[in-house]
């Protein structure tokens, strides 16, 4: 999703102000840019794996700010006042289902209670 200068003027009080540049380490990414990764990945469906390398910053960098804003809470306040601001119905489809997906955990792996134990070879040691 592509946000005109607009939409972006109303959510950019939002987002913490740039930091002065130093003259070591990369140049940071543009937070517009970076939300519009977020939106593209959020509302197409698609794993940060797939963000078009061509037309947004790195999946790293979107997913890291990602996280910075959801800690912070300013992730679903830039999401209500896009979506005051549009109205597309998405975007608010997409809030309700990031805060109630905020509480379940996601399981990666198994418990280790229910991994099976392996038979150890008795060694000899001579």
């Known amino acids: 999703m592509r946000l005109s200068e607009e939409q972006w003027a109303l959510v950019a009080p939002l987002v913490r102000p740039p930091r002065k540049q130093s003259k070591m ?10 939300l519009e990764g977020m939106l593209w990945v959020l509302l197409s469906g698609a794993q940060w794996d797939q963000l078009p390398k061509a037309e947004y910053p790195p999946k790293s960098t979107c997913y890291g700010r990602f996280r910075q804003w959801n800690r912070r809470g300013v992730f ?7 979506y005051t601001q549009t109205g597309d119905p998405r ?15 996601a399981k990666q792996q ?4 229910s991994r099976r134990k392996k038979a150890v070879a008795s060694k000899s040691w001579t």
């Open 76 to 82: 679903p306040r830039l999401l209500w006042r896009l």
């Open 110 to 113: 198994q418990l280790r209670s």
């Open 91 to 105: 975007l608010l489809a997409l809030r309700q289902a990031f805060l109630a997906g905020v509480f379940s955990p």
């Open 25 to 34: 380490g990369r140049t940071p990414r543009p937070d517009k840019q970076l």
